[in-house]
């Protein structure tokens, strides 16, 4: 071979050579799922520039709340017991139990009968009509409530707030409100024109029929019980009130039946600074008026011998709350501190809280009690200072067990989504104690509180 063809011939292979190199260089490699690491391209393993592999995926980082909050499993749950009942201001209420009709699937009616023997047939005889089922009804828990600026009268039921107008008779700017007779029968006390004379106004209820609920043009009619009656307190089967008024130098106090308007004075008195309960049907308990800097009293009339008994006393700011078997008697000093009194044995019992009875409720077999109980209590001369609107409370609400002591935390209603500050006062439970009732004095807005 020539030389000449020799180095055309070397020329040619290293040409070739190059051409492979290169082919092997610029070829893609075809990754499999689970092979990234290990491409068909083995020369690509060992390519110092590396080699073009497919970008995997995007992943984000989990979302995470570094705020330290964590939704409180009771939150939602404390929203749905604790209630705003009214959409104003009220001047009292009452609870009652109230007919409704019950909310049933509805279904179609049954197809008609077929005279026997099919239709057509001549002498078949038809079967009797089915007669109607009158429709299901319940008893539950219902509310009326006196618009403080106007008067109207209201009503909802408690397990479903839809507040309805009841009447439409009008009184002016109402200071007190009772209700009587299971709701059919009401005591607006308001102020005269002249500004200082008591007016106290007895009135009766239409009757409501059943599924009528929205009728609300109702009008209020009754008469007037004597000017500037002191106080005012119903009996516990709610047919009575007990009121107290001055005649010349002396204080009377009187019972009226407001199912048949009869009277009867029950007692009598030269001093006149008196506030009364009626815990049960056999007795009415009077207290001497509240201060810090004097002594109080508390008696008891027997309204079968028409005697007056000294029951406790000499305790400076003393009020008072008597059980519905009247042998205890809820307590308060001025200092707030609460304490239980055995009327059986003389002997007190401090229960190591700091309310004024006026803001609890005894359940009906007077075994446990339900109070507003305030966080904290500024300092100042007590219950004056509350009472003259000096002093407003924060409370929670509590249950106390009377037999062993224990007392219970219902609910804060500031820590309740959207709760507000509460300064509890005519607590009031339901027949089944089920719902506890009270009014904001703070707002005079009526609330309730789920118990089951």
């Given at each position: 071979m020539s030389k000449r063809n020799f180095i055309l011939l070397i020329i040619i292979l290293v040409l070739v050579v190059i051409a492979v190199i290169g082919f092997l260089?610029?070829?893609?490699?075809?990754?499999?799922?689970?092979?990234?690491?290990?491409?068909?391209?083995?020369?690509?393993?060992?390519?110092?520039?590396?080699?073009?592999?497919?970008?995997?995926?995007?992943?984000?980082?989990?979302v995470v709340d570094v705020s330290g909050y964590e939704p409180g499993s009771g939150e939602e749950t404390l929203k749905v017991k604790l209630t705003k009942v009214s959409s104003m201001p009220i001047a009292g209420f009452v609870v009652f139990i109230k007919e409704r009709l019950k909310e049933v699937a509805t279904t179609p009616p049954p197809a008609p009968f077929l005279n026997e023997g099919g239709e057509g047939g001549g002498n078949s005889k038809p079967k009797p009509a089915l007669k109607p089922t009158p429709?299901?009804?319940?008893?539950?828990?219902?509310?009326?409530?006196?618009?403080?600026?106007?008067?109207?009268?209201?009503?909802?039921?408690?397990?479903?707030?839809?507040?309805?107008?009841?009447?439409?008779?009008?009184?002016?700017?109402?200071?007190?409100?009772?209700?009587?007779?299971?709701?059919?029968?009401?005591?607006?006390?308001?102020?005269?024109?002249?500004?200082?004379?008591?007016?106290?106004?007895?009135?009766?209820?239409?009757?409501?029929?059943?599924?009528?609920?929205?009728?609300?043009?109702?009008e209020i009619k009754g008469s007037f019980l004597?000017?500037?009656?002191?106080?005012?307190s119903v009996s516990p089967d709610t047919t009575k009130i007990f009121y107290l008024f001055e005649n010349v130098d002396n204080i009377i106090g009187t019972t009226l039946s407001l199912l048949d308007n009869k009277k009867v004075q029950v007692f009598d008195s030269p001093f006149t600074e008196w506030l009364s309960q009626w815990p049960n049907d056999k007795t009415i308990i009077l207290s001497t008026k509240p201060s810090f800097s004097i002594p109080g009293?508390?008696?008891?009339?027997?309204?079968?011998?028409?005697?007056?008994?000294?029951t406790l006393g000499d305790i400076n700011g003393l009020t008072t709350l008597t059980s519905p078997d009247g042998k205890l008697v809820l307590y308060a000093n001025g200092n707030l501190s609460l304490s239980l009194y055995h009327t059986d044995t003389r002997n007190s019992d401090l229960l190591g809280v700091q309310t004024l009875p006026e803001k609890c409720v005894w359940g009906k077999v007077s075994d446990v009690v339900y109070c507003a109980v305030p966080k904290a209590i500024d300092a100042g001369g007590y219950p004056d200072a509350w009472y003259q609107g000096e002093v407003s409370l924060?409370?929670?609400?509590?249950?106390?067990?009377?037999?062993?002591?224990?007392?219970?935390?219902?609910?804060?209603?500031?820590?309740?989504?959207?709760?507000?500050?509460?300064?509890?006062?005519?607590?009031?439970?339901?027949?089944?104690?089920?719902?506890?009732?009270?009014?904001?004095?703070?707002?005079?807005?009526?609330?309730?509180?789920?118990?089951?």
């Open positions: 260089y610029f070829r893609k490699g075809t990754t499999m799922p689970g092979e990234e690491n290990f491409g068909t391209n083995f020369l690509s393993q060992f390519n110092p520039f590396g080699s073009k592999k497919p970008t995997p995926p995007t992943v984000m980082p989990p429709p299901p009804t319940e008893f539950v828990p219902a509310l009326r409530y006196v618009e403080k600026a106007r008067g109207i009268i209201y009503q909802t039921f408690a397990d479903k707030i839809e507040e309805r107008k009841f009447s439409v008779t009008t009184i002016p700017r109402v200071y007190e409100a009772y209700f009587g007779n299971h709701g059919d029968s009401v005591v607006i006390r308001y102020l005269k024109g002249d500004g200082k004379t008591i007016e106290t106004f007895v009135g009766t209820l239409p009757k409501e029929y059943l599924g009528a609920d929205t009728i609300g043009d109702n004597p000017n500037n009656i002191k106080d005012i009293y508390m008696y008891s009339i027997d309204l079968a011998k028409k005697s007056l008994t000294k924060r409370d929670q609400l509590w249950k106390i067990d009377i037999k062993n002591g224990n007392a219970t935390l219902l609910v804060d209603p500031i820590t309740v989504v959207g709760g507000e500050e509460i300064d509890g006062i005519k607590l009031a439970l339901d027949e089944g104690e089920n719902y506890l009732f009270f009014v904001n004095k703070k707002d005079s807005f009526l609330w309730k509180l789920e118990l089951k």
